[in-house]
């Protein structure tokens, strides 16, 4: 790979760095390109997105955030579409689409996606959003 910057040839990189994400420190396995000549760091869209989901990885463990996996898992569980979900919660569609995607719950919706893993409270909840249902009432 060419430097974009200088035109020189690029080193890759392989180092453990510690980054910092929402005020906490996190230690990941970085890739990039260094340019021989002008030591610009190059990093393409798949190294960011490696970078990236270490970062949320270590994050989600950190403060026991769901997985994107998990909540997708949780939603199929009981049958619904990504619609309905949002409905059955309360959200946007695409705040809950996001989540499922990858972007990191916040602390309100984390707990309320680990309160519904209980059937009984996700029963609960529907109950009290079943006018958003109109083919159930």
């Known amino acids: 790979m060419e ?60 403060f026991n955030l769901m997985f994107p996996s998990e909540i997708t898992e949780l939603r199929e569980k009981y049958g619904f ?14 705040t809950y689409a996001n989540y499922e995607k990858g972007a990191i719950p916040n602390e309100s919706h984390n707990s309320l996606l680990r309160l519904i893993e209980d059937p009984t409270q996700f029963l609960k909840l529907i109950e009290t959003r079943i006018h958003f249902f109109p083919k159930m009432n």
């Open 3 to 62: 430097c974009p910057i200088c035109d020189c040839k690029t080193t890759l990189i392989h180092k453990v760095n510690e980054v910092e994400f929402r005020k906490e420190k996190f230690t990941i396995n970085e890739t990039y390109y260094e340019c021989d000549n002008c030591k610009e760091k190059i990093v393409d869209a798949e190294m960011g997105d490696l970078s990236l989901t270490q970062i949320y990885n270590q994050y989600r463990e950190k």
């Open 81 to 94: 579409s990504k619609t309905k979900m949002s409905l059955a919660l309360g959200w946007g569609e695409n």
